[in-house]
């Protein structure tokens, strides 16, 4: 049976890659986080790239409430159950590689006002 990857890795805003921390082993996984726009109804597109398992160009992001606790995708902080998070949109049978992922709320408005 195939478990896919961690996805634990952390990136900035300008779309370079940083250092993931080290899962399980030797392997490290490093993906890029950008956002691309800002959306009506509280909504943001990203572009989330993982040269091992995904890439995706304008990815919506909706915002609601973590359901564990975890890692931001976008700045690596903290993330605690029931903190205001925005996750990626899952729409009819089409389920995102990275639906497992979290970024906090107050890290993306951040990082959306930032010239």
Not at 77 to 86: A, L
Not at 98 to 112: F, G, V
């Amino acid at each position: 049976m195939w478990n896919p990857p961690d996805l634990s890795g952390r990136s900035r805003l300008d779309g370079e890659p940083v250092n993931s921390r080290k899962p399980d082993g030797d392997h490290v996984r490093t993906y890029t986080v950008t956002v691309v726009e800002e959306l009506p109804n509280s909504l943001f597109a990203l572009r989330w790239h993982d040269p091992t398992l995904c890439n995706y160009e304008e990815q919506i992001w909706a915002p609601c409430l973590a359901r564990t606790t975890g890692r931001c995708a976008l700045s690596g902080e903290h993330i605690n159950k029931g903190d205001p998070v925005y996750r990626p949109r899952v729409r009819g049978r089409f389920i995102p590689l990275n639906r497992d992922e979290a970024i906090l709320a107050s890290e993306l408005i951040k990082a959306n006002t930032r010239d």
